[in-house]
Structure formats: structure tokens, C-alpha cells
């Protein structure tokens, strides 16, 4: 017998002196439903699911549990990017992250939210449509042992992972797959890429990998963020933990990644990668000046330090074309139409389409000396606002195509 306790119940008498013999739970449009375990299904399930609708499902288990979600069967109009019906599973209630999108016939393997609450979503159009999904669900020990859809806890001394659907098939769109690696104390954590193909962008900023220090997702513990069809340099971790988060949208995908891990010494040697140089001391020390001041601007104007020791103590990295200054008494408001973002920190980028700018403030207004139209390298700082700042001790230069190399390898730098 199945039990739902959300749900309500139908009895199906045969044909017997003796009454009713079986229950059968009759799925409803969503709910909320809390417990350890139960089902859940599509709007009468078995039967076929009625057209234009959207059902929301809201799962609480126990605090100290997380939601484990198993699709039992799913038959739903199939796309190849799910546009039409479509069961979506989020990772908590309210502006969560989406852990995937499904339709079709193929069950994935079983969806593991961070917290105690998951949230399911099934949509339909007004065409066709099939029987609908059955889901069982449970709440079990975070980081458990098992099957899953993507994503995972690692801490064998190695091992590998990979993007849903490799190498069979592209990764699917609209999924979320973070792997949580932990080696022992005085050990580090070494990533070797084998295949990478994920969506192009200059920016990565729809289909991507990203990879951070430690157990927690945080700009400040970021290694890099990828994308393209180039594998990554080896990566190695600061200490015992590395989290990885692979994300793709709802539109274009490709064939996806192949990564190995390997456990190894803190103190051997690591060759061949740029990845875990740490830049060097940028020569302009003392703390960066956010606003105007007469003897800020007294001061000699000549750029010092190279490209990489400014790196590290920079807010933002950036190329871009200088498309307009405006005076503002002593200062100038400079805007940027951006090529690259190297190092993006809390600046505020606007974006229309696939162009994207930014405004910065130049606190001297000779001091960088910059000109409407041409090419710049701009490091600088951002303010509480988002605002970017430059003052005469922050990196500007003129941007030259032979830099583009020198700047990739920076992209790569722990700070």
C-alpha cells in the first residue's frame, strides 16, 4: 500500500463480498507537504495530466535532514531542452537554485537539495501530454551515500566526475551539479581535466564551471570560473577542501566534462600549472584611495608595478573600450563598453543583449590620462555603491592583443 499523507484516497472495490481489497492515492496539483518519506505525483497520475496548468510542490522534512527526491516514472512530452512540459526540482522554496529540468521518458537519478526543503514544479501546454511523473521522496543525512543525479560528496584518495548524460549524450539544460571534495588534514587536492566542452562566452556567463577553496561557494575563495572547449590547467586546492559548481541554462548545451581527482601531500611539488601561483606583491602599498583629495592628485603620475602584482589587489579586472568621460569638478566619470572581465568583485556591469559596460570613476582626471575610443587594461577598486574607482595607484594601460594571453593565465591566480 502506498502512503501520502497529503493526499486524498479513493477506494477501488472489486468485485468481492468482502468490500474494499485495494487504495489507490489520487494525486492532487501540488501542496505542501511535510514528513521522512511519501510520494508525490503528477495531477492524476496515472491517468493523463490535463493541459495548461503548473503545479507546485513544497517538501519540508526535518531540520538536519536534506530532501532526497527519486523519480519513480516520468513521462512527459519529450524536447530536447524542455520548453513545452517539463517538471523543474529547485533546491529550497524561494529564489533557489534549479537542480534540474526533466521531461521526456529518461529518470534521472535522485535529486539531493542543501537544507531541508525542495521545491517541484511541473508545467504543461496545451498540446501533448502522457501519464505525468511519480517521485518518491525522503529525508536523509546530509552528504548520504547513493546514487544521484549529479553532484556529490568525494573523498576517496581518487576518483572522477562528470557532467549528467557523459559521454553518451550533451549535458542537459537547466541543471545545477555541485561536488564537494575533501581530502585528509595535510593533504591538498589536485583536478586534472581530460575533455571540457561547455558553452562559449567571453564572460562564462550562462553555462559554466566554477571552481573555489574550501567547502563553500564565496567570491573571495574563488580559483576560476570556465567555459569554452579549452581544458582547464590543473587545479589545486589550498587545503583539504575543493567545491566544484557546474551550472547550464535553458538554452544551448554541449558535450560537457570529464574531471579527475587526485589526493596528494601538502608539501609535494607541484609542476605545470599556472593555476596555484600566487602573485607577487604589488610595489604600491598603503591603502587605495576611493575618493578625491587635492594631494592625491599632486602626487607624480607615473604608473608603476607590472600587470601581475597589481592582480591580486585589484577589485576588478577588466578590458574594455573608453566610450565616453564626463567631467565631475576634479574627477571623471569614464565609461567602458567591455571586451573581458578578468576579475569582476561587486562592480556594477549593465548589460543590454550581449554587450556589456560599466562606469568608473577616475579620481584624477589626468592622472590615468585616458582618451575616448582606444583599447585599456583597468584594475581598480569598487565602492560600497558598486562604483568603480581608479586613482593614480591603480593599473591602467593601453590594452595590446599580445597582453590577451598574460591576462588568462592571471584569470587562473589565487589571491
Not at 590615468?368 to 584594475?379: E, K
Amino acid at each position: 500500500m502506498w502512503t501520502v499523507t497529503w493526499s486524498v484516497w479513493v477506494p477501488l472495490v472489486f468485485g468481492s463480498v468482502f468490500g474494499q481489497r485495494q487504495q489507490r492515492p489520487m494525486f492532487t496539483c501540488g501542496g505542501n507537504i511535510t514528513g521522512t518519506s511519501g510520494l508525490i505525483g503528477s495531477q492524476g497520475y496515472p491517468g493523463v495530466y490535463p493541459p495548461n496548468t503548473k503545479c507546485v510542490w513544497r517538501i519540508t522534512v526535518p531540520q538536519g535532514k536534506v530532501v532526497s527526491l527519486t523519480f519513480r516514472s516520468l513521462d512527459l512530452e519529450s524536447d530536447g531542452l524542455c520548453r513545452y512540459d517539463y517538471v523543474d526540482v529547485y533546491d529550497g522554496f524561494v529564489n533557489s537554485q534549479r537542480l534540474g529540468r526533466f521531461c521526456g521518458t529518461a529518470r534521472p537519478g535522485a535529486l539531493i537539495s542543501n537544507h531541508n526543503r525542495m521545491q517541484v514544479v511541473m508545467v504543461s501546454d496545451a498540446n501533448t501530454a502522457g501519464s505525468g511523473f511519480l517521485a518518491g521522496y525522503a529525508a536523509v543525512r546530509p552528504n548520504a551515500r547513493g546514487e544521484r543525479y549529479c553532484g556529490g560528496l568525494l573523498d576517496k584518495p581518487s576518483g572522477t566526475f562528470m557532467t549528467p548524460n557523459w559521454p553518451e549524450r550533451d549535458y542537459p539544460p537547466g541543471v545545477t551539479c555541485s561536488w564537494h571534495i575533501i581530502a585528509p588534514k595535510h593533504q591538498i587536492i589536485e583536478l586534472k581535466f581530460e575533455k571540457f566542452d561547455v558553452e562559449r562566452d567571453n564572460y562564462c556567463r550562462y553555462d559554466h564551471m566554477v571552481v573555489y577553496n574550501g567547502a563553500e561557494m564565496s567570491e573571495a575563495t574563488r580559483i576560476g570560473k570556465f567555459c569554452g572547449d579549452s581544458p582547464p590547467a590543473p587545479i589545486y586546492s589550498d587545503g583539504s577542501h575543493l567545491f566544484i559548481q557546474f551550472i547550464s541554462d535553458l538554452s544551448l548545451t554541449a558535450d560537457g566534462f570529464i574531471c579527475h581527482y587526485t589526493f596528494k601531500p601538502k608539501n609535494s611539488t607541484i609542476t605545470g600549472s599556472p593555476v596555484p601561483v600566487t602573485a607577487a606583491a604589488p610595489t604600491t602599498a598603503g591603502p587605495i584611495a576611493l575618493a578625491y583629495s587635492e594631494a592625491l592628485c599632486k602626487q607624480k603620475c607615473k604608473r608603476s608595478g607590472t600587470i601581475e602584482n597589481h592582480y591580486c589587489l585589484s577589485n576588478f579586472v577588466l578590458t574594455g573600450t573608453l566610450v565616453s568621460a564626463a567631467m565631475r569638478e576634479q574627477s571623471v566619470l569614464a565609461t567602458f563598453s567591455i571586451t573581458n572581465v578578468y576579475k569582476e568583485g561587486n562592480l556594477s556591469i549593465q548589460q543590454a543583449g550581449k554587450s556589456m559596460s560599466t562606469k568608473v570613476t577616475i579620481l584624477c582626471k589626468k592622472c590615468p590620462l585616458v582618451r575616448r575610443g582606444l583599447n585599456y587594461i583597468v584594475m581598480g577598486h569598487v565602492d560600497e555603491q558598486g562604483q568603480g574607482i581608479v586613482s593614480p595607484q591603480n593599473f591602467v594601460m593601453p590594452f595590446k592583443t599580445k597582453k590577451q594571453k598574460d591576462l588568462a593565465v592571471l584569470n587562473n591566480v589565487r589571491c
